[in-house]
């Protein structure tokens, strides 16, 4: 097809000249992606995606097909300078592209699946005063790169649920790039359970003024899995606002890995950012790494961050059980408090209520 | 029914009780007074089973039981309460999840079948209209932005709810205002009963004006130095503590 | 801040007329190593100090090490490219080095000295500071020796410890920051000419603060000084260091490397007010300031804390660090970093937990003003093997202006599952309201933003030595006037 072939030669020239990361990249410094491919390296293979039950009023566009509408021409790779972005533009020819026209207000979830190995690209534009749902699922397979690229319209609304279910075999890892225009919400959760690597990019550009975004997420690891989410946020223009919670839970050899940049930059004052990032090792050889980020030039915002690494509260363990609860059921309940705060922040009831059953079940193995 | 003999407890290298024996008959209200920092709530804890206090000597027997054997959960299970001075904020856990864990986890403990979600419900609500405690509270987390007095309050409502037989209070009187000291201690006066018994540790000879006790006894520096009934909290309320301890060294 | 404080700094920034009152030069002879650098330069450098063989030979080999290092460019911090070759790495005041009394010094140095405000005449000297200083690359005095030998304390120039104490010198340099360890470290290892050496015995409580003071006075030319200071087991030592420089409009280089060991039950507390010219309004000159400072908390429950107040170099690059291997040792950074104009900082810490028990604390405050640009980059990473580490990381930012820059890029790393890492960082503008009350009190402008910046910092302050913390406060209100307005 003959879609973006300027930026796509781009995307094959950076991604020739860097390669896959190595622990030797900075950003990738607790996440070894090429000793975690090993032999096979990250394939030319393209990933699936699907869409079940497109609800109406959705627009969709098979980005292997010829002859793309003007609004994936508009907003398709429009990316940036991420290396794995880059190879999932530079090495998959499929995809999709979703979009949510003017005004509309979509009721029904859009529920978009990737699977199998290789590299996918996805596309989902919102128009201004659009609003929606997305909820994105993870299908297991060795290795698998997502390019997903979101753009929201003045005014448009999207609230984004992903999970990440646990394997102990998959490679994976997708890269978001969020443009959001004058007053557009995004607000996003990510639960992830974990994989020989996994790890979920983040690169979120504020570039209208009252533009903001809400990322929270959760994981709970076990085993030798890793799970790795870099965010990097970016307030481009005055008003903006952004939070992110994040809480980790690590057991057995598990790794759990945030990285954080948040970058004000020149004149955009009144911004005011938040940034969280909590982890309970559970495990004897449990790892957590944390690295939160602030890059500012402008003076009038308001920035804060706070990282944490520690084991339960241990005055909290005693009130618990000095009222007759049991330790383990103590311990328990305290783990969920912690991460509901987290959770608390998925919008859609029943997304929230399907996260916390899965970190139920991941509970119960690790503690 | 509590029996402590020669009580020595340190934190770290700390020594902070210094031979404390203590005695408490079933039906007994018994009242520790004393100083900041003259080891109330360390005996509290200690009794609680709380982490961090070592008992170098002595022993503490509850109902002819080793008490310090028991984990804290147990201790709760058999009916030892302790309604702390500065109870614990914990987010995420609502208040109510947190009372319906409980009483069942103690029920369980004890080998009694579990209440149903309603059924705690109606209890809680009960004890919580007596106490004045809002239905907002329940929902919210466990005493997270709660007031001073409201964390006081939700403690003698988990008294209330879980009717033990030995109840401790750590100044729940203190931030406390009229109404709440009244109301905490009619709460405190409904349990008392010829089968439990209560230790009150309090500042002030104004609770016990509410909640009579049949004991007092002066808690400095680790070790009781003095004993009375009822008149020595007004003593204490008239000379102060310098007068006693001069008149025991 | 309390009123008498308030009283003191107001009063403090009003003494001060000039903007850098250490610009001046000194006009003594010197005796130089040719311009550039190579093999015979480490070698006359030696010879210079009349070093035994072992240390050419060390220097020799990390000449040849450093020859293939690459300068590292991770930091936040731009500059144009050194060339290395266009520097004199050896300058000495003629005739002054080793002198046994102050009354051979030349009396120009003293004058210096004195003009600093650091009196080196004993009976002029504060209370119980002993003062060691380095002029260019050699050690021009160092007072209170007699006072500190009675207590066995080894204070001197490192020059003279290579000569006088061969075995201790042999046993620790190099022992903490390791030859190799970066491509400043190691350019130090082959061409440092000066710096002091301390050695706390057994038991000894150090009877006297001690201080070094360094100058870059010399054109053109690099200061790599190399201190080492050794608290024996259940000793106790407190260490200042001040440093400035004339006001030249070239960049001049001046890579130190600081090595501490704490033994059994040992504390070093290690203070720096380091004001080397930090280059004009426009950014022309000022000193490149490239330190490795480093502690190791070899004993059990030692303790060493790095205080620093970070006011002058055009550019700085420094994360003084603990190694806390000991078991229940402590490391402690307690850091003002303040960078006005074109200023560039990059300065912070690294807590390494090895060791059970080991605690670290973190208080770093940074305060960004004119076109600067002020980075913390910090890391606390605790070792499968530090059950129950603990630590926790305060970092603030205050920007005065909308050019600036403040930056944070903390790591954290923690395998065991006991310990507790806590890290707390913000960032905001100086508060209107405070300026605009001090101004409506009759406080003039510079003074305001010297005293709310003063609050600021006031967790910092009170780590550092009286006879410092003065000399920092006024600082604090100097560096950063004519910032708002
Ligand atoms: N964890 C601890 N570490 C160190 N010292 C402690 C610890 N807990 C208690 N102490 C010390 O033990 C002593 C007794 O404390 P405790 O809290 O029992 O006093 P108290 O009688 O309840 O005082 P108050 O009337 O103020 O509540 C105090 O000196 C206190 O500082
Ligand atoms: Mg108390």
Redesign the pocket.
């Known amino acids: 097809m003959t879609l973006a072939v300027a930026r796509r030669a781009e995307a094959t020239a950076l991604f020739a000249a860097q390669g896959v990361p190595t622990r030797r990249v900075e950003d990738w410094k607790y996440s070894d992606l090429k000793s975690a491919l090993g032999e096979a390296g990250i394939g030319a293979q393209v990933a699936q995606w699907h869409v079940t039950d497109l609800p109406a009023g959705v627009e969709q566009f098979d980005l292997s097909q010829a002859n793309p509408p003007g609004w994936v021409i508009d907003n398709f790779a429009r990316g940036t300078g991420n290396v794995m972005s880059a190879a999932s533009l530079a090495l998959s020819v499929g995809g999709v592209a979703l979009r949510v026209p003017k005004g509309a207000a979509i009721a029904d979830l859009l529920k978009l699946d990737f699977t199998g190995p290789g590299h996918v690209r996805a596309l989902l534009v919102l128009e201004a005063g659009a609003s929606l749902t997305l909820v994105e699922g993870v299908g297991l397979s060795e290795f698998r790169n997502v390019g997903f690229e979101i753009a929201l319209g003045e005014g448009a609304a999207l609230d984004h649920v992903r999970v990440s279910p646990a394997d102990a075999d998959a490679v994976l890892v997708e890269e978001a790039h969020v443009r959001l225009a004058a007053g557009a919400q995004y607000r996003a959760h990510f639960a992830s359970f974990g994989s020989r690597l996994s790890r979920m990019e983040l690169e979120i550009a504020l570039e209208g003024a009252k533009a903001q975004a809400h990322l929270s997420g959760v994981s709970v690891l076990d085993g030798k899995r890793h799970s790795d989410v870099t965010t990097r946020m970016i307030h481009a223009v005055e008003d903006t606002l952004s939070t992110q919670l994040f809480k980790h839970v690590a057991g057995g050899n598990a790794k759990a890995v945030y990285q954080g940049k948040v970058t004000v930059a020149k004149g955009a004052n009144g911004s005011d950012s938040n940034q969280s990032a909590k982890a309970l090792l559970l495990g004897e050889a449990a790892e957590a790494d944390l690295k939160p980020e602030l890059e500012i030039f402008a003076d009038d915002v308001k920035c804060a961050h706070g990282a944490a690494v520690g084991d339960l509260d241990a005055d909290s363990l005693f009130y618990l059980r000095a009222r007759g609860i049991p330790e383990a059921e103590a311990r328990g309940l305290l783990l969920h408090a912690f991460l509901e705060d987290a959770v608390a922040q998925i919008a859609n009831m029943d997304q929230r209520e399907l996260v916390r059953t899965e970190l139920l079940t991941a509970l119960k193995v690790i503690a | 029914m509590l029996e402590i003999k020669n009580l020595h407890v340190s934190?770290?290298d700390?020594p902070?009780l210094k031979g404390l024996t203590l005695s408490i008959q079933p039906g007994q209200v018994h009242a520790i007074m004393?100083p900041?920092?003259?080891?109330?709530?360390?005996l509290s804890y200690v009794l609680a089973g709380r982490a961090?206090y070592d008992i170098t000597e002595g022993s503490i027997t509850y109902n002819g039981e080793d008490l310090t054997a028991l984990p804290p959960e147990e201790r709760a299970a058999k009916g030892v309460f302790l309604a702390m001075?500065y109870p614990v904020e914990i987010p995420g856990v609502t208040t109510m999840t947190f009372l319906k864990t409980a009483l069942n986890s103690q029920r369980r403990t004890r080998g009694e079948s579990d209440l149903d979600a309603i059924g705690v419900l109606k209890l809680v609500r009960a004890k919580a209209k007596t106490l004045n405690v809002s239905e907002e509270m329940l929902k919210r987390a466990l005493n997270v932005g709660f007031s001073g007095g409201e964390k006081k309050r939700l403690e003698i409502l988990q008294m209330a709810l879980f009717e033990p037989r030995l109840a401790i209070l750590d100044?729940t009187d203190s931030g406390l205002d009229i109404d709440a000291l009244k109301l905490v201690a009619e709460g405190v006066n409904l349990l008392r009963s010829p089968e439990r018994a209560m230790l009150v540790i309090t500042?002030y000879q104004r609770l016990l004006d509410y909640i009579v006790p049949d004991r007092i006894h002066v808690?400095a520096k680790g070790r009781i130095v003095a004993e009375g009934g009822k008149e020595l909290a007004l003593e204490l309320e008239a000379k102060g503590y310098e007068h006693i301890l001069k008149d025991v060294a | 801040m309390s009123s008498v404080a308030q009283q003191e700094t107001k009063k403090q920034v009003a003494d001060i007329g000039e903007k850098y009152k250490y610009g001046f030069v000194t006009d003594i002879e010197m005796d130089m190593a040719p311009r550039g650098l190579s093999e015979d330069t480490v070698r006359f450098i030696s010879a210079k100090k009349g070093e035994p063989e072992w240390m050419l030979e060390w220097r020799l080999g990390a000449f040849r090490r450093w020859l293939t290092m690459k300068e590292p460019k991770w930091a936040r911090v731009h500059y144009p490219d050194i060339d290395y070759q266009n520097a004199y790495y050896y300058a000495a005041p003629k005739n002054t080095p080793l002198k046994q009394s102050l009354d051979e010094v030349d009396p120009k140095l003293l004058e210096t000295y004195k003009k600093l405000g650091i009196p080196l005449h004993e009976q002029m000297a504060l209370a119980g500071v002993a003062v060691d200083a380095v002029f260019d690359s050699v050690s021009v005095a160092t007072t209170f020796k007699g006072k500190l030998n009675e207590a066995g304390v080894i204070f001197c120039p490192i020059s003279e410890a290579i000569r006088d104490y061969p075995e201790l010198v042999q046993k620790y340099l190099g022992s903490v920051v390791p030859v190799t360890d970066n491509f400043f470290a190691t350019l130090n290892a082959a061409v440092f000419s000066d710096g002091t050496f301390v050695y706390v015995p057994k038991g000894v409580r150090c009877p006297m603060e001690l201080s070094t003071y360094f100058r870059i006075n010399a054109s053109e030319t690099g200061q790599f000084e190399r201190t080492i200071i050794i608290a024996d087991e259940g000793s106790y030592v407190s260490y200042l260091e001040g440093c400035t420089a004339p006001k030249r409009d070239e960049n001049q280089l001046h890579a130190a490397v600081v090595e501490l060991v704490a033994l059994d039950n040992a504390e070093i507390k290690y203070s720096t007010v380091q004001n080397w010219y930090p280059g004009d309004e426009n950014g022309l000159g000022g000193i490149f300031n490239f330190v490795t400072k480093r502690g190791d908390c070899r004993g059990v429950k030692s303790k060493i804390s790095w205080t620093q107040v970070e006011t002058g170099a055009a550019l700085t690059w420094k994360y003084p660090s603990c190694i806390l291997r000991g078991e229940g040792s402590v490391g402690e950074f307690y850091s003002i970093a303040i960078a006005n104009n074109y200023q560039q900082a990059d300065t912070g810490t690294k807590m390494i937990h090895l060791g059970a028990n080991t605690k670290s604390r973190i208080i770093s405050k940074g305060i960004s003003a004119g076109k600067a640009q002020n980075t913390y980059r910090g890391l606390v990473s605790v070792y499968g093997k530090a059950k129950n580490a603990r630590n926790y990381t305060q970092c603030d930012s205050l920007l005065i202006g909308g050019e600036c820059g403040a930056h944070t890029v903390p790591y954290i790393e923690s395998r065991n599952p006991t310990a507790r890492i806590e890290h707390e960082a913000t960032t905001s503008k100086i508060a209107e309201d405070q300026l605009f009350y001090c101004l409506a009190r009759g406080i003039p402008q510079d003074e305001a933003v010297s005293l709310i910046v003063n609050g600021f910092c006031r967790e910092v302050l009170q780590q550092l030595p009286m006879e410092f913390a003065v000399e920092a406060q006024k600082l604090v209100g100097i560096s950063l006037e004519g910032s708002v307005g």
């Open positions: 934190v770290g700390k902070i004393g900041n920092g003259s080891g109330k709530s360390t961090g001075q100044e500042h808690l």
